[in-house]
């Protein structure tokens, strides 16, 4: 099973889903599960930051944001330790 996590209004996920090159030749499409976080940049994340946006393609989450953030990206790098397996 594919997931897709995405940050708040980062840009590098939506490169491949708005570009109309790269839909007119591959037809690329997003998957499904995406887990939107929509803590801000450098703010803990809570369970309810996370948004579970079913459906392919689905503009209700990073890929529906109207403004872009390349700082929403490098939200990625950094702590993981709350990270982990129950």
């Known amino acids: 099973m594919s997931y897709r996590v995405t940050h708040t209004n980062d840009p590098i996920p939506k490169i491949l889903s708005t570009s109309h090159i790269v839909n007119d030749i591959w037809q690329y499409s997003t998957t499904s599960p995406e887990f939107w976080i929509t803590s801000g940049n ?17 503009k209700s989450g990073n890929l529906g944001t109207k403004t872009s953030n390349l700082k929403a990206h490098d939200w990625y790098i950094g702590n993981t330790t709350g990270c982990q397996a129950i």
């Open 42 to 58: 450098g703010k803990p994340v809570t369970i309810h930051d996370i948004n579970v946006i079913y459906g392919i393609d689905n």
